[in-house]
């Protein structure tokens, strides 16, 4: 009887002593592992706090250009999230150096068209044209943005071209002005005419003008002024 209680023990210690080994075995080994974070998308900064309070070292292994990722942040890393770590191993991560900036040229005084080529050659793309009155017809007067700012690779320019004023002029009163007087301003003016018709034998100071063109009544760069001459009695 006392045999078969002293069996009973040593099987109960030797279970406990099992369990006791295997309990602490797991503790401790728990203790020695945890799950890696998920850093990606942090800012170097951040990733590393989350990782010392873990037990665990950042180590930036890449450097990579990214036109989609803000420059600083994490786009990958190893081992991935969510797999036991070992207490102080290195998080290995790779980090975006953001999209390429290019510098933007000057274009003030360029044509248009050499401008453009300009743009292509930086990597760049004309955004729009916007047109103002100025004498340097054609040419670029002004950009946004301004020369030397950074912009992203592919980024827009836009272009302020200046295009000449238009001229225009007033018909005068064709019934006050003599035939020379109206060739005289016609001709400094550089506006073109045709005579419809010519009644009387000479073009004297008792011409009269008339047209369909009213006095006052704008002739845009382009139009013809139309008039008739009656001379003569």
């Known amino acids: 009887m006392r045999l078969k209680v002293f069996l009973y023990l040593i099987a109960f210690f030797s279970i406990f002593a099992i ?31 989350i990782l010392e309070d873990l037990g665990l070292i950042l180590e930036v292994s890449k450097y990579e250009k990214r036109d989609d990722v803000e420059r600083g942040v994490i786009v990958r890393q190893r081992p991935e999230p969510n797999v036991p770590v070992k207490l102080g191993r290195k998080v290995y991560v790779t980090i975006s150096l953001g999209p390429e900036l290019i510098s933007v040229p000057d274009l003030r005084g360029l044509f248009l068209d050499a401008a453009e080529n300009v743009l292509k050659d930086n990597k760049l793309s004309l955004l729009r044209v916007i047109f103002v009155p100025s004498h340097k017809d054609g040419k670029v007067v002004a950009q946004i943005p301004a020369y030397g700012e950074k912009i992203k690779e592919k980024g827009g320019v836009v272009l302020i071209v200046g295009k000449r004023p238009d001229d225009f002029f007033v018909v005068p009163d ?40 009213k006095a006052g009544s704008i002739l845009r760069p382009g139009e013809v002024l139309t008039f008739n001459v009656k001379c003569g009695g």
């Open 19 to 49: 369990s006791v080994y295997l309990t602490t075995g797991i503790l401790l080994k728990s203790k020695r592992e945890v799950l890696c974070p998920e850093v990606r998308g942090l800012y170097v900064s951040e990733a590393e706090k």
């Open 174 to 213: 064709l019934k006050s002005s003599t035939l020379d007087e109206l060739l005289d301003e016609l001709d400094s003016k550089k506006i073109a005419f045709k005579v419809v018709s010519i009644n009387g034998d000479s073009l004297d100071a008792r011409c009269t003008i008339t047209s369909e063109k």
